[in-house]
């Protein structure tokens, strides 16, 4: 109902963009034949993107968000390859990205990327830090992960992402309490962040203290914003609720 010519135009086409993707995520969930708010969510993101330059990354940052949450991968990263070469694509665009190539096995486009950010930032400590924590979720050249976290850790010592990726290097390595008390500091730092929450409850579960473990839960489903991972924590959820190990933990 609003009119081109307003003002608020372009955040509110923003807004129905965002509901839309909502609508049609959860209808994915409910019935993955239907796909009537999808066809309505694509035809007004591209419809806005012709119609408002300027947003155009914006809009297809927005439908790529769409396709990753419904694990179309490929298509998500189409999207985004077509306007990173876009003056508005920014760094934290080109993370989004990486964690997309990330999820469909291309690391080497993804570290790439980071290269790119570090050959102009050779300071950035998030470029350093997700490079290292990209070998901790492979599984592969621990003491590389450790390196590059440490050098980031380094530039920026009070980020809590950051450190959250220190305690999941310690976990990893199984050295429990270190990690713990990385991660509990990360969540003062990072309060609402969900992957936070989860390496907490992955931790209390490991330890067994399964009440403390679903109160983290609870916190990640309240900030979640992906319906696939809201089921996921619901189910994590339902298990310790019983105090069993979730098998999204194991």
Do not use: C
């Not at 993370?95 to 790439?112: N, P, R, T």
């Not at 990360?186 to 936070?196: G, N, Y």
């Amino acid at each position: 109902m609003v009119p081109p010519e307003s003002g608020l135009y372009q955040d509110s086409s923003i807004q129905v963009a965002q509901m839309l993707s909502s609508l049609a995520q959860k209808e994915f969930l409910n019935d993955a034949d239907s796909k009537v708010y999808q066809k309505k969510f694509v035809s007004f993101v591209d419809s806005r993107k012709e119609k408002l330059k300027d947003l155009k990354v914006e809009f297809s940052i927005i439908k790529a968000g769409y396709f990753e949450s419904i694990n179309e991968f490929d298509e998500s990263i189409n999207i985004l390859e077509v306007v990173s070469s876009n003056d508005h694509f920014t760094e934290n665009h080109k993370y989004y990205l990486a964690s997309i190539y990330e999820k469909v096995e291309e690391y080497s486009k993804a570290s790439d990327l980071m290269m790119e950010i570090l050959e102009k930032e050779p300071k950035n400590a998030h470029a350093w830090n997700f490079l290292g924590y990209s070998l901790l979720e492979r599984g592969v050249e621990l003491d590389k992960a450790f390196e590059y976290i440490s050098k980031a850790i380094k530039l920026s010592p009070k980020d809590g992402f950051i450190r959250d990726s220190l305690g999941w290097y310690y976990f990893k390595v199984g050295k429990i309490d270190q990690a713990l008390d990385e991660l509990l500091t990360a969540i003062k730092l990072e309060p609402k962040d969900i992957s936070i929450q989860k390496h907490l409850a992955v931790i209390y579960t490991t330890k067994k203290d399964f009440k403390t473990a679903k109160k983290y839960i609870v916190e990640a489903i309240k900030y979640t914003q992906q319906e696939n991972e809201r089921e996921e924590l619901l189910r994590a959820l339902k298990s310790l609720e019983s105090n069993r190990i979730p098998a999204s933990f194991k």
